[in-house]
């Protein structure tokens, strides 16, 4: 696997449990290698028209390129905003054990015959 596959989501969740939820999903489906949870962050940013203010968990989560969109459904699925971010960024390099690691733990599991 090569850096160009490889990306990282940044995702932020209104509490420790629903990201921790989250997190344990997409890395049980295969969606994601790895999800980071940053506690206590504080958000500043437009909603409504109205600037607010919050304490939100930050998920970094590693996946493939290929693995994403079906991520971003099972974000949208499990995530309590009517608009959670989901913002994708590409790998520009990483060794290549880590990378390597990451598309292996994202490959969809063969179908039993």
């Known amino acids: 696997m090569s850096a ?9 969740c209104g509490s420790t449990a629903e990201a921790r939820k989250i997190a344990l999903s997409v890395v049980q489906k295969k969606l994601a290698a790895c999800a980071n949870l940053v506690p206590s962050v504080e958000s500043i940013y437009r ?22 969109p079906e991520l971003e459904k099972e974000v949208k699925r499990l995530h309590s905003y009517d608009v959670p971010e ?11 054990e880590y ?12 179908p039993k015959t």
Not at 5 to 12: D, E, F, K, W
Not at 86 to 96: K, P, Q, R, Y
Not at 99 to 105: D, T, V
Request: include cysteine; charged fraction near 25%; hydrophobic fraction near 50%.
């Open 4 to 12: 160009k596959g490889c990306r990282v989501v940044l995702v932020t």
């Open 99 to 110: 990378l390597r690691w990451i598309g292996e733990s994202t490959q969809r599991s063969a």
């Open 47 to 68: 909603w409504k028209g109205r600037v607010e203010r919050a304490r939100e968990v930050l998920l970094i989560i590693k996946t493939t390129a290929d693995r994403f």
């Open 86 to 96: 989901f913002i994708v960024l590409l790998i520009a390099a990483g060794s290549t």
